[in-house]
């Protein structure tokens, strides 16, 4: 059974998700001031996901004290109401559409960040950037370029010269359309890179399941699309616009979270590992508890031009640093030195391989902890 106001729905979806959003993404921000000690491009344009994800909740409750949700011929009566309810809705649009593509433009950058030295792969996710911002944008003046003067669109007590409604419904179909694709790209992309390690099965799937959380925004990017059949209904707008309304938001926070979750692998590691010292609490040692582990491990990758390192033998120049270590046992990606002498080679080679040992470097930290998770 339908229900009468879909208002109070609304605006709470849109807070309920603008919390938890927030509360992830206050954790994410910790991990990289706090521990990592450094921001990145992905963590500023999350910064600005959320931002407009919050003026999306904020445009949406005005829209919902108008009557956003309820049924047009309940506000009839009150012209006013019907009036400014499509307006703030419509102006709501701008942060609907903008809000999940910088989320999605977000999580391509940190993947940037973990893609081996390959320039199609590199020039791949460039293009997935590209593709969603100029999609958005492109959505974006169609929709507010629809109604001359704009306030025709919620006014008709002017004359304005309007595009027939099905005009936003298939621009939005195509956007929708990309957006599901983009989401379905980065989910899936984490897995090819995490396929080329030389690492047990069990923990390619894990960290693909941790990377890949983006498919729930698939879902709600493609109900939402399927809702867009809203912008036609005309005898009962305000009430149509509300079922949208709630899967657009939904959409943003699901990518919000997406991309966040992923980042807060340190802080769930010391709970892990705070966990594991009560459970050892009949040691002398009355600290934190960590397993020693070899750092000098590093796992065998195989890259797109077929190099692999084998028996790569690293040194530590002088004594190791106790907050390395720490952060290390934190889960934090860490960056050792390692110094490899060759004989014989071309120095075109040597080259090669010292770009190789880079991306090893960083590999290095999601083969220790992932295979310490699954031996625990």
Same mark, same amino acid.
């Given at each position: ?17 603008t919390l938890l959003s927030g509360t992830v993404l206050f954790g ?12 990145? $491009?992905? !963590?500023? @344009?999350? *910064? ?5 994800? /919050?003026? +999306?909740?904020?445009?949406? &409750? ?79 003046i169609i929709s507010f370029a629809q109604c001359k003067p704009i ?29 599901? $694709?983009? !989401?379905? @790209?980065? *989910? ?5 890179? /995490?396929? +080329?390690?030389?690492?047990? &099965? ?124 720490? *952060? ?49």
């Amino acid at each position: 059974m339908a229900l009468k106001n879909l208002g109070p729905s609304v605006v709470a979806i849109a807070w309920t998700a603008t919390l938890l959003s927030g509360t992830v993404l206050f954790g994410r921000f910790y991990v990289r001031l706090r521990i990592l000690q450094r921001l990145t $491009v992905d !963590d500023w @344009i999350v *910064a600005i996901t959320f931002l407009l994800a /919050f003026g +999306n909740s904020i445009f949406l &409750t005005i829209a919902a004290a108008w009557g956003l949700g309820q049924h047009v011929d309940v506000l009839a009566p009150q012209l006013d109401s019907a009036m400014y309810t499509i307006k703030w809705v419509y102006l709501c649009e701008f942060f609907g559409i903008l809000a999940p593509g910088f989320g999605r433009i977000s999580y391509a950058f940190l993947l940037l960040g973990l893609t081996p030295p390959c320039k199609m792969k590199q020039r791949f996710l460039w293009t997935i950037i590209c593709a969603q911002l100029i999609v958005d944008v492109g959505i974006i003046i169609i929709s507010f370029a629809q109604c001359k003067p704009i306030y025709g669109y919620w006014d008709n007590n002017i004359e304005a010269n309007c595009w027939p409604p099905h005009v936003q419904q298939y621009a939005g179909y195509f956007q929708g359309s990309v957006c599901s $694709v983009v !989401d379905l @790209i980065l *989910a899936l992309f984490p897995a090819g890179l /995490f396929w +080329n390690l030389k690492m047990e &099965t069990k923990q390619k799937i894990s960290l693909s399941c941790m990377m890949g959380l983006g498919i729930f925004a698939l879902a709600a990017s493609i109900i939402k699309t399927i809702n867009l059949r809203a912008f036609t209904d005309t005898t009962d707008l305000t009430y149509a616009m509300a079922r949208l309304a709630i899967w657009w938001t939904l959409e943003a926070h699901l990518v919000l979270l997406a991309v966040s979750i992923p980042t807060l692998r340190p802080i769930l590691k010391n709970v892990k590992v705070k966990k594991r010292a009560r459970i050892n609490n009949n040691l002398e040692n009355n600290g934190p508890f960590h397993r020693l582990e070899d750092s000098m491990f590093v796992a065998d990758i195989s890259s797109d031009n077929g190099f692999q390192s084998r028996g790569v033998c690293g040194h530590r120049m002088g004594p190791i640093d106790t907050k390395d270590y720490q *952060a290390h046992a934190k889960g934090v990606i860490r960056k050792d030195i390692t110094i490899s002498v060759t004989f014989g080679e071309p120095a075109s080679e040597v080259k090669g391989r010292e770009k190789e040992s880079k991306t090893n470097d960083k590999w290095e930290w999601l083969a220790h902890n992932n295979d310490s998770d699954i031996r625990d």
